[in-house]
C-alpha cells in the first residue's frame, strides 16, 4: 500500500469528470487499498479517487468511530433522493480546515460495484448520505465549496493557495 499526495481546492485536476471502472481487478482494487490508506492517515471520513488525481469512479468511506469499517463504492450511482433536504457541516480533505454547512437530500439510494464487481443497492441516511453525495460530487469534478457563494468561494482558493504556498517554504 502506499500513501497517495490529496489535491488542493482550487487544483483544476479537482474539477476534471471521473471516467466509469471498466473491470473490477487487481488493478482496481490496489487503487482501493493506497485510497482507504490515504483516507486513514489523513484522517477523513471519505475519500474520492478524484482527490489523489485519478479520473476513475472510486469512493472509499469510513464513519466508523473505530475507523475499522470501509465501505467501497467503484461506478456509483444515485438511484433515489429524497426530496426532504437537511443541513450538514461539512469539511473537504481537498479543503483543508475550511467546514461549512450545505443542503442536500436527506436520504438517498444508491447503486454501485463492491470490491468483487459483484453490483449492490445500499440505503443511506445521516452522516453516510452526506458523505455519498459530497464524495459522488467529487467525480463528477465538483467540490462541496461550491455550493456556497462567490465571495466564500474567493475567499476559501485564497486561503488555500496562500496555505499551500506557506507549506513550500515555512521560512
Ligand atoms: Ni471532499
Known amino acids: 500500500m502506499a500513501l497517495l499526495p490529496v489535491l488542493c481546492y482550487p487544483d483544476v485536476r479537482l474539477f476534471k469528470v471521473a471516467k466509469p471502472v471498466a ?16 483516507m486513514y492517515e489523513a484522517p477523513g471520513v471519505g ?13 472509499v468511506i469510513d464513519i466508523s468511530e473505530s475507523q475499522d469499517e470501509l465501505m467501497v463504492f467503484i ?12 443541513s450538514w457541516r461539512e ?16 436520504r438517498v439510494r444508491i447503486k454501485a460495484l463492491d470490491l ?3 453490483s449492490f443497492e445500499l440505503d443511506a441516511d445521516g452522516l453516510l448520505s452526506v458523505c455519498l453525495q459530497h ?5 463528477e469534478g ?24 506557506e507549506l513550500a517554504s515555512p521560512f
Not at 47 to 59: F, G, K, M, N, S
Request: net charge neutral; with cysteine.
Open 23 to 38: 473491470q473490477v481487478d487487481a488493478r482496481t482494487r490496489k487503487i482501493v487499498a493506497d485510497m482507504a490508506e490515504t
Open 47 to 59: 475519500l474520492a479517487a478524484t482527490q489523489v488525481d485519478v479520473h476513475e469512479r472510486i469512493i
Open 75 to 86: 461506478n456509483p450511482e444515485l438511484v433515489w433522493a429524497s426530496d426532504e433536504k437537511k
Open 91 to 106: 469539511g473537504c480533505l481537498s479543503v483543508p480546515e475550511y467546514y461549512d454547512e450545505v443542503d442536500r437530500p436527506d
Open 116 to 118: 468483487n464487481g459483484n
Open 135 to 139: 464524495e459522488m460530487d467529487h467525480l
Open 142 to 165: 465538483k467540490v462541496f465549496v461550491e455550493y456556497l457563494s462567490l465571495l466564500k468561494r474567493s475567499r476559501i482558493s485564497l486561503k488555500m493557495k496562500k496555505r499551500a504556498k
